[in-house]
């Protein structure tokens, strides 16, 4: 006696069509999710600041004796309570403000289509991130950012792209 069993599909090749049509159309500008990372950075950059760059790796080198009496205190990569002319360009944290604070002076943060540009344009940040040998600045990388960090970036831009678009 033979058997038989019919299989009937009622759309699932279409239902499927429609959810990896709509992310290739949220993976083409995933914008949105760059404007949350945007503001993960900026909540990274005021830990790395508040901790003395002791996120994701050890502390920045301490001022040299010579600069802390120029200065008038022992803040790194700070200028707020410095001594009179010891800043070069007018106002404090200069450097931390332009990567903590949205639209602050000097902060690069350009966010297009599917790429996001985030840094600051402060005179002498390279010299502090990367040090200077022949200014015997040491290296005092105040952007660093962890694998977790990035891995986290991605969850967010694939939770953009694939969560809305997943069949109930």
Do not use: C
Not at 107 to 118: D, G, R, S
Request: a positive charge; hydrophobic letters at 40%.
């Amino acid at each position: 006696m033979a058997r038989l069993v019919e299989i009937t599909d009622f759309g699932t090749a279409k239902r499927e069509a429609a959810r990896l049509e709509g992310v290739a159309v949220a993976s083409a500008n995933i914008r949105v999710p760059l404007e949350e990372i945007a503001a993960d950075m900026m909540r990274i950059e005021g830990i790395m600041f508040n901790s003395g760059g002791r996120r994701g790796g050890g502390g920045w080198a301490r001022l040299k004796t010579e600069t802390i009496v120029k200065k008038g205190n022992s803040a790194i990569l700070r200028t707020s309570g410095s001594a009179i002319g010891y800043k070069e360009l007018p106002g404090d944290d200069i450097l931390e403000k332009s990567l903590t604070e949205p639209d602050a002076p000097y902060q690069i943060l350009k966010i297009f289509k599917n790429t996001i540009h985030f840094g600051t344009s402060r005179p002498y940040a390279a010299v502090h991130q990367y040090g200077s040998r022949a200014r015997g600045i040491p290296k005092r990388e105040f952007m660093r950012f962890t694998v977790k960090d990035h891995s986290r970036w991605n969850d967010i831009i694939a939770k953009h792209i694939i969560r809305p678009h997943m069949v109930k």
